[in-house]
C-alpha cells in the first residue's frame, strides 16, 4: 500500500504563526512604554481598551485619522533602515488629529509582509513606539499579517490608525477666519512622507546608491538623509492652544502641498496669501529640485517646502500665539495673511530659495 502524502501546513505555505507570536512578545516593552492616563492594558487581545474618563475628558467629541507612509517604505526595505519608519506612520496620522483641535490618544498599526524577517518587525514597531511616546498617545494594539504571494520577499507596507478627543465646542477651524488673520508656519524636519515616488524617480536619475553620502546632508548617507523622519506637532501645538485663545485654524501641510491642503481650512469667500520668500528651504528640497528639473510649482503641490504645520491666527493675537509656539520649543515664521478669495484660494508671492 503506497504511503499518503504529508498533509499541507500553513507554515509550509509561507505563514509562520509562531514568528508572529515572537513578534508580539518581543515588542510588549515597547507597547508598554506607550501608557498614558486611560491605557494601561497589554497587548495581545482581541481588541485595544481606552478610558476616556480616565483621560480627563468630560464632553469629548471623538476625532479618527488613519494613513501611510507610502513608497517612502522602499527606501527603508532597500536600505535596511526600519527603526524610524514607524515614526512617520504615526507622524501621519496624529498631526492630521491635532489639525482639529484635538488630543491623540491612541494608535493602533498594521503590518503586511511576504514574510516575517526576525529585527524587521521588532525595529518597525519601535519606531511606532517612539513616534507615539513623542505624541503622548498610546499604542494599544495592531495587527502583524504575513502574506506571501502578496508581497514579495522582504517587502512589507504599514498603516496606522489613531483616536484622539477634544472637548465639545473646541474643535478647529473656529469660525471667525477673516481678511487680515495672521498666517504662521512651523518648519518641517525635511521630505516627511509624501512625494516619495518622485524623490524615488529623481533618485535614480541621479545615479546614485542610497549608501552614497548625500549632497545635501553632510556625514550621512543618501538613504539615511531621505528616511528623515515626519516632524510630530502635538505636544507644542496642545501647549500653543492651552496658552492663547488666538489660533483660529491649522493646517498639516502633506501630499499636495500648500495648493491643496490649505484651502481645507478655508470658508467660502476667503483665500491665503502665502509669501515664499519667508521659507528657508531645508537642503534637500534644493538638491531634489535641481537633479529632478522639478519646477517650482510643482514642487509646492508636491513637498512641503520647508513647512510642516501652518497656524492661522487672529491679528490681534498673532504675537501672543508666537510667543506661544516658541516657548513650546517651535521656530514660527510668519508667512503670509489670510485675504478675500481670488481666482485661486492660495496665492504665492516672492520665489522659493531653491
Not at 510667543?323 to 485661486?344: D, F, H, M
Request: net charge negative; hydrophobic share 45%.
Amino acid at each position: 500500500m503506497a504511503e499518503r502524502d504529508e498533509g499541507l501546513t500553513y507554515a509550509g505555505a509561507g505563514v509562520d504563526i509562531d514568528a508572529g507570536n515572537a513578534l508580539v512578545d518581543a515588542i510588549k516593552p515597547l507597547v508598554r512604554a506607550t501608557r498614558r492616563p486611560g491605557a494601561d492594558a497589554e497587548i495581545g487581545g482581541f481588541g485595544g481598551l481606552f478610558d476616556l474618563k480616565a483621560a480627563g475628558f468630560r464632553d469629548p467629541i471623538l476625532v479618527a485619522a488613519n494613513d501611510g507612509v507610502g513608497t517612502k517604505v522602499k527606501i527603508a526595505i532597500e536600505t535596511g533602515r526600519h527603526d524610524t519608519i514607524g515614526i512617520d506612520l504615526v507622524a501621519m496620522c496624529v498631526n492630521d488629529i491635532i489639525v482639529q483641535g484635538a488630543e491623540p490618544l491612541f494608535f493602533l498599526d498594521y503590518y503586511a509582509t511576504g514574510k516575517l524577517v526576525p529585527g524587521v518587525g521588532a525595529d518597525i514597531v519601535r519606531g511606532i513606539a517612539e513616534g507615539c511616546r513623542i505624541a503622548g498617545c498610546a499604542l494599544i494594539g495592531g495587527e502583524t499579517a504575513e502574506m506571501p504571494g502578496l508581497y514579495d520577499g522582504a517587502d512589507y507596507d504599514l498603516a496606522g490608525f489613531s483616536v484622539g478627543a477634544a472637548e465639545r465646542g473646541t474643535l478647529l477651524p473656529r469660525s471667525g477666519i477673516a481678511p487680515g488673520d495672521v498666517v504662521l508656519g512651523l518648519p518641517s524636519s525635511g521630505v516627511h512622507s509624501n512625494g516619495f515616488s518622485l524623490v524615488r524617480r529623481i533618485v535614480e536619475r541621479s545615479g546614485l546608491p542610497y549608501d552614497a553620502p548625500a549632497p545635501f546632508a553632510s556625514g550621512r548617507s543618501l538613504g539615511e538623509a531621505l528616511l528623515e523622519p515626519t516632524r510630530i506637532y502635538v505636544k507644542p501645538l496642545l501647549a500653543a492652544l492651552k496658552a492663547t485663545d488666538g489660533i483660529k485654524a491649522l493646517a498639516h501641510i502633506t501630499g499636495g502641498g500648500f495648493p491643496d491642503n490649505l484651502p481645507r481650512v478655508l470658508p467660502d469667500g476667503v483665500g491665503i496669501q502665502i509669501d515664499l520668500d519667508a521659507i528657508t528651504p531645508p537642503p534637500v528640497f534644493g538638491w531634489l529640485a535641481a537633479q529632478g528639473g522639478v519646477a517650482e510649482r510643482e514642487m509646492l503641490r508636491t513637498f512641503n517646502c520647508g513647512i510642516g504645520m501652518i497656524v492661522v491666527s487672529a491679528a490681534d493675537r498673532a504675537e501672543a500665539v508666537g510667543a506661544a509656539l516658541t516657548q513650546a520649543g517651535e521656530a514660527p515664521v510668519r508667512l503670509g495673511r489670510i485675504t478675500e478669495r481670488g481666482s485661486e484660494p492660495v496665492a504665492f508671492t516672492g520665489t522659493l530659495a531653491l
